[in-house]
């Protein structure tokens, strides 16, 4: 029930522009974006999708900003794994 | 307690029961008067205590057949079970696999019969004649049999259109070229209109099992490979878009297709193959279910390891379903002993329908009776028998 | 698949453990609950506990919408859908849920009309086709989904659409967290906040929580390293000494929510004085009933509805479990008498309660991932 899933729009209906076909992995559904009226999606920027409507715009700069955290942790993990793997062999 | 308390349930005497499980089990045997057992070891009390309740026998607590009973899933086992395996009861039965295997003239024969009630009757990939060829064929076939005859009986509402029966016939014809197979008897019925949502087809299916075959899902050891022929819920999805009411597009379509050439190259290849399925109704899951119980082992398998083509994954994460449980209708599940898993593999790739097979997990001695996965995180969930029907009227 | 799979990454999983670990006091215990019945899935679906040391308790709360609906209003639900001019939809989450009668399901079976559906907006399609009966949508969930049931009100009306009408069920989820935090059963260390409704009332509405109650709230996404970075943004709070709100759904969640989807609710839909909820009684001004103006659309004014309160089965102990004082298989009748082919609560029914997402997924012997072991230890 609190199913959202992240689709990318791929093109806003013409005769109803609060309906807009999105991609999610392949799969191309039309889905109602009037709770984004104050700020509708364009082609090719990705939305949260819930029952039917698009709930939020994903911002890909916060998701690029979240994996680079990810990343860095991932990072540092690696670098500790190394350096603790070095000290062993002395 | 009373039955109205319990709400719908009509026996209350099983739920009084399982308190009684529960106040027994709390009281811990001590001297020194009631001890803290360490928090895991009171859940693994509990976890005892449901298994054993799982392993009672089965009992359909419905008083009307409900959807849930032609899922594939826990109802629907339960239900054949409780009713007919009780009434029927007999040791040609109880195996329960795809086909049951008869000794006649000093040889063995595999019988199966299926239903088709497939909505809608044609969807990409295929269509309800196509379904029931090949689904018979392989019913027979992971039984270890060469398919041989089939049979195939119509129930049809008034008005369907005859141009579309004789496309399912004709459907059915070019299957049964493909597969070698011959349909040699029938029957037709026709039900006023409303009663049959066009046409069902039923079939039966005699192969003859060679002298060195035998498969069995009881036979599964730890240490045995479990191999998937291909990619997963191709038919499941395809037909549930396919119907239209979800407005959703994909480009996936039925996997259905005959089986028999593929396991022919299996069991030339590693003649000690244990069993074979075909992973229909309920999809892998289920049989990965069915293996743990008739053998009482553990399966583990791997999500990183089960190929599933990027729509239908799509599809199942936008509608909230697994594709685990989702229905395919031209894959297999084998289980093979684990040194023979690389030419399991190298057999079936070499068949045009087995393209993508991989090894998905393997059996195991410890949790028997239950399938665990290892998911793609890294962590570690049970996958348990399907509830209820995601995807109903699926085959 | 994209903004997905990135955040299943495993190895970045065993960095995070390692960091969560690394903050863990010798010694001490944390109990983290979230509020999110998706939170409670993604946890066990995913196996997420095996990362985490054996210091650190999630508790599950009352955040599946399903799961707090009384069964005096599901009984409500049934009498509209056994009315002969009635097709009752419905998601399908809701469909095997327990009345003292029975299910949809078992309604069904029997010859009822209800249909599941996966949007609202499926039930105008079918009230189109259909005008000769009429339409009730059951409306369920928390303000994540009161939307989107506003948005297909206002377009029905919008249509001249006349025989379609809600059955309206939404919850608000503050009422319940406040209801949690003065529960004197439960010490919370902090709260891992719902995502997917915090895209719509955003981060403020949580404030109270930290400020007043001083407990730290992270509002997570719902991918397994969302959930594992929130847990280690909570710790580094509690290691800090801090009591904040953050928000690491930050791809999702604005900090000040949707106006416009606020904006439909606020238009369609009022606050009722009180509703029960299961487990948790009577909580005031925390759930949604249909607006005067919309009249028309309500299905509890245009027909009338048994109202009957009814108790929980004696052998259910949902309300414990949703208050997050008994883990699922501590209550009594877990797993044998109450599976999920059998469900007596709502907290086995629903895919998101605690007590199914334990059953189906997490029951087993744990081994934790090596990083997770090593908490506490220097």
């Given at each position: 029930m609190c199913l959202g899933i992240p689709g990318e729009v791929i093109e806003i209906h013409a005769d109803q522009p609060d309906l807009a076909k999105v991609n999610v992995s392949g799969v191309k559904r039309l889905i109602n974006i009037g709770l984004l009226s104050d700020d509708p999606p364009k082609p090719g920027e990705w939305v949260l999708i819930h029952v039917g409507f698009a709930l939020s715009k994903i911002d890909e700069a916060e998701a690029a900003a979240a994996m680079a955290f990810l990343e860095g942790i991932g990072q540092a993990y690696e670098d500790e794994i190394a350096a603790l793997r070095e000290s062993l062999i002395e | 307690m009373t039955a109205d308390q319990v709400g719908h349930q009509a026996d209350p005497g099983w739920i009084a029961d399982a308190l009684r499980e529960h106040d027994h089990a709390q009281r811990p045997e001590s001297p020194e008067g009631r001890t803290r057992l360490p928090v895991t070891d009171r859940e693994q009390q509990v976890l005892d205590r449901i298994d054993r309740a799982r392993r009672r026998r089965p009992r359909v607590r419905e008083e009307r057949v409900t959807m849930s009973h032609g899922a594939g899933g826990k109802a629907t086992q339960t239900l054949i079970e409780a009713v007919f395996l009780e009434t029927f009861r007999n040791p040609l039965l109880e195996p329960l696999e795809d086909a049951a295997e008869l000794r006649i003239l000093g040889g063995r024969l595999a019988l199966t019969t299926d239903s088709y009630v497939v909505s809608p009757l044609f969807f990409p990939g295929g269509d309800i004649g196509d379904l029931a060829v090949n689904g018979t064929v392989n019913d027979l076939s992971v039984s270890g049999a060469t398919p041989l005859y089939l049979t195939a009986g119509f129930i049809l509402e008034e008005g369907f259109p005859v141009a579309q029966l004789t496309q399912v016939a004709e459907s059915m014809r070019k299957a049964a070229d493909a597969a070698g197979v011959c349909i040699v008897t029938g029957d037709t019925k026709v039900v006023q209109r409303g009663k049959a949502d066009g046409c069902y087809i039923n079939t039966a299916g005699v192969g003859v099992i060679a002298r060195d075959v035998t498969v069995g899902v009881a036979r599964a050891q730890p240490g045995d490979a479990i191999i998937v022929s291909g990619p997963i819920g191709d038919h499941g999805i395809t037909i549930m878009l396919a119907r239209g009411e979800l407005?959703?597009?994909?480009?996936?379509?039925?996997?259905?297709?005959?089986?028999?050439?593929?396991?022919?190259g299996l069991l030339g290849a590693v003649p000690g193959v244990r069993a074979m399925r075909d992973a229909t109704r309920g999809g892998v899951a289920t049989i990965l279910n069915e293996i743990a119980r008739a053998a009482d082992v553990g399966v583990l398998v791997s999500e990183d390891d089960i190929p599933v083509r990027p729509e239908v994954r799509g599809a199942c994460e936008l509608l909230g379903i697994d594709p685990m449980y989702v229905a395919c209708e031209g894959r297999i599940v084998a289980v093979v002993p684990g040194d023979s898993a690389d030419a399991a593999v190298r057999a079936l790739r070499d068949h045009p329908l087995g393209a993508d097979a991989a090894v998905i997990g393997h059996v195991v001695a410890d949790q028997p009776g239950i399938v665990r996965l290892r998911t793609a995180f890294g962590g570690t969930r049970i996958v348990d028998l399907l509830v209820g029907d995601p995807l109903p009227r699926i085959c | 698949m994209r903004f997905v799979d990135e955040f299943r990454d495993a190895d970045k999983a065993h960095a995070l453990a390692a960091k969560i670990a690394a903050l863990c006091s010798p010694g001490r215990e944390y109990k983290f609950m979230e509020v999110c019945?998706?939170?409670?899935?993604?946890?066990?679906?995913?196996?997420?506990?095996?990362?985490?040391?054996?210091?650190?308790?999630?508790?599950?709360?009352?955040?599946?919408?399903?799961?707090?609906?009384?069964?005096?209003?599901?009984?409500?639900a049934m009498h509209l859908a056994s009315r002969p001019d009635v097709i009752m939809t419905s998601f399908g989450d809701m469909m095997r849920v327990p009345g003292s009668n029975g299910s949809f399901f078992d309604a069904k079976a029997a010859g009822t009309d209800i249909r599941m559906v996966y949007s609202p907006l499926d039930s105008l399609k079918i009230a189109r086709q259909n005008p000769d009966r009429h339409v009730v949508f059951m409306a369920i969930g928390f303000e994540t989904t009161a939307p989107s049931t506003a948005m297909t009100m206002l377009r029905a009306h919008a249509e001249g659409l006349s025989?379609?009408?809600?059955?309206?069920?939404?919850?608000?989820?503050?009422?319940?967290?406040?209801?949690?935090?003065?529960?004197?059963?439960?010490?919370?260390?902090?709260?891992?906040?719902?995502?997917?409704?915090?895209?719509?009332?955003?981060?403020?509405?949580?404030?109270?929580?930290?400020?007043?109650?001083?407990?730290?709230?992270?509002?997570?996404?719902?991918?397994?390293?969302?959930?594992?970075?929130?847990?280690?943004?909570?710790?580094?709070?509690?290691?800090?000494?801090?009591?904040?709100?953050?928000?690491?759904?930050?791809?999702?969640?604005?900090?000040?929510?949707?106006?416009?989807?606020?904006?439909?609710?606020?238009?369609?839909?009022?606050?009722?004085?009180?509703?029960?909820?299961?487990?948790l009684g009577f909580i005031s001004h925390s759930a949604l009933r249909v607006r005067e103006k919309y009249a028309e659309m309500d299905a509890e004014r245009l027909f009338s509805v048994p109202g009957v309160r009814v108790a929980d089965p004696k052998a259910c102990q949902c309300g414990e479990v949703l208050k997050g004082v008994l883990k699922p298989w501590e209550c009594k009748v877990f797993g044998t008498a109450c599976t999920p082919e059998t469900p007596i609560g709502t907290c086995m029914v629903s895919p998101e309660g605690a007590c199914a997402a334990y059953y189906n997924y997490g029951r087993m012997n744990r081994d934790r991932v090596p990083e997770a072991a090593r908490a506490g230890r220097p």
């Open positions: - | 407005d959703i597009e994909a480009d996936v379509c039925s996997d259905t297709a005959p089986l028999n050439g593929l396991i022919a | 019945g998706g939170h409670t899935h993604t946890i066990y679906k995913h196996g997420l506990e095996d990362y985490l040391p054996e210091a650190i308790t999630l508790v599950h709360g009352p955040g599946c919408p399903v799961c707090v609906i009384p069964m005096g209003r599901i009984d409500d025989n379609f009408s809600v059955f309206c069920n939404h919850v608000t989820i503050i009422p319940a967290i406040k209801a949690i935090l003065d529960s004197p059963d439960l010490r919370l260390d902090g709260f891992i906040g719902p995502g997917h409704v915090s895209t719509v009332i955003g981060c403020r509405p949580y404030e109270f929580i930290a400020r007043d109650y001083g407990k730290p709230v992270v509002v997570a996404g719902f991918e397994p390293l969302d959930i594992l970075q929130s847990i280690y943004m909570l710790m580094l709070q509690l290691s800090q000494g801090r009591s904040e709100v953050e928000n690491q759904y930050s791809r999702v969640v604005p900090w000040n929510g949707n106006l416009v989807a606020l904006k439909a609710i606020a238009e369609t839909m009022e606050l009722r004085p009180y509703f029960e909820w299961r487990g």
